[in-house]
């Protein structure tokens, strides 16, 4: 709308703006300017979330690679040349422990782990999202008692070298700990998603 009372030859003023706009003169002329919409709290935890999982399933890849790699070089040492590598299939036992508890992990999060379904497919949405809640909610019970109990068998490992290596029996009990700490996290947050009737949030695949 035009100001009252404005000489002519002036440009018109313009209304303040509402909501997240601002007002900004330049060349005599006002431009409306909108403001960034501040990042939420949830925005910064599934941004958190997003990474946890890339860092994850980077190192998952790792072990893959480094668990081929050793086989593989057993299979050298044995037919073609010597490689100076002491007990490589402790390595390999290591390795796989680690693989076992954050692959299972990992699936947990995408919500692929096997599971018997048979009877949510005989009930209705509303009693399949109470299940859902009922088996996590056992499922987080189950898993904190795995971390306090397996915190007991580190400390006892911790003390026990493995033969031809520098680590102790802590470092493979160590990842029973750590993939039941992640997949009660992953768990906890499924919980609340269902719980307030929302499905998770999809698994992102790293770009390879």
């Given amino acids: 709308m035009e100001a009252p009372n404005a000489p002519p030859g002036r440009p018109k003023a313009l209304a303040p703006l509402g909501g997240n706009g601002e007002q900004r003169r330049s060349g005599g002329i006002i431009q409306a300017r909108s403001r960034r919409p501040r990042r939420s709290g949830a925005h ?3 941004r958190a979330l997003r990474w946890l999982d890339r860092a994850l399933a980077w190192f998952v890849a790792a072990l893959v690679v480094g668990l081929v790699t050793i086989v593989a070089s057993q299979l050298v040492d044995r037919h073609f040349i010597d490689i100076p590598i002491q007990a490589p299939d402790q390595y ?4 796989l422990v680690w693989l076992t508890f954050l692959g299972f992990a990992l699936a947990v999060r995408g919500n692929v782990a096997v599971r018997v ?4 497919h005989f009930l209705p949405a509303a009693a399949r999202r109470w299940v859902g809640i009922a088996s996590d909610a056992m499922l987080l019970t189950m898993l904190c008692v795995l971390v306090v109990k397996g915190w007991t068998v580190f400390e006892v490992g911790a003390g026990q070298i493995i033969l031809g290596t520098p680590f102790t029996a802590g470092l493979p009990n160590a990842a029973l700990v750590v993939g039941c700490a992640l997949m009660i ?3 906890a947050l499924r919980l609340v998603a269902r719980w307030r009737g929302h499905e998770p949030e999809p698994l992102e695949q790293p770009d390879c």
Avoid: N, W
């Fill in 44 to 46: 910064s935890v599934r």
């Fill in 92 to 95: 390999a036992r290591i390795g």
């Fill in 117 to 120: 379904d048979i009877i949510d």
């Fill in 185 to 187: 996290f992953y768990v």
